[in-house]
Nanobody
């Protein structure tokens, strides 16, 4: 029922740009906080950016000013525009959806898409 499908990953040179997209289905998209996480080899999965149902955004310090998260309520998609990419941004990027209703929290994950920043 619930699906989060990421796309847009690939190989890019340092200083370049990529745009990731996450297509959501099976959820009340407008009621979910959406997030992008990433995980590099040997590292913990970390939150990169998030956007609430009201449009409030937050970013990790390492990407602030370079990445922009946005959502399209009509298309049920969440994008991550990544500019000025650095080798340290290399990771698998995951889309996340989360909603809390009373005492219940519902959370879903995409399969991930590889981003490699290298010359």
């Amino acid at each position: 029922q619930v699906q989060l499908v990421e796309s847009g990953g690939g190989l890019v040179q340092p200083g370049g740009s990529l745009r990731l997209s996450c297509a959501a289905s099976g959820i009340v998209f407008s009621s979910n906080t959406m997030g992008w996480y990433r995980q590099a080899p040997g590292k913990e999965r970390e939150l990169v950016a998030s956007i609430t149902s009201g449009g409030s955004t937050s970013y990790s310090d390492s990407v602030k000013g370079r990445f922009t998260i946005s959502r399209d309520f009509a298309k049920n998609t969440v994008d991550l525009q990544m500019n000025s990419l650095k080798p340290e941004d290399t990771a698998v990027y995951y889309c996340n959806a989360r909603r809390t209703i009373g005492s219940r929290t519902y959370e879903y994950w995409g399969q991930g898409t590889q981003v490699t920043v290298s010359s």
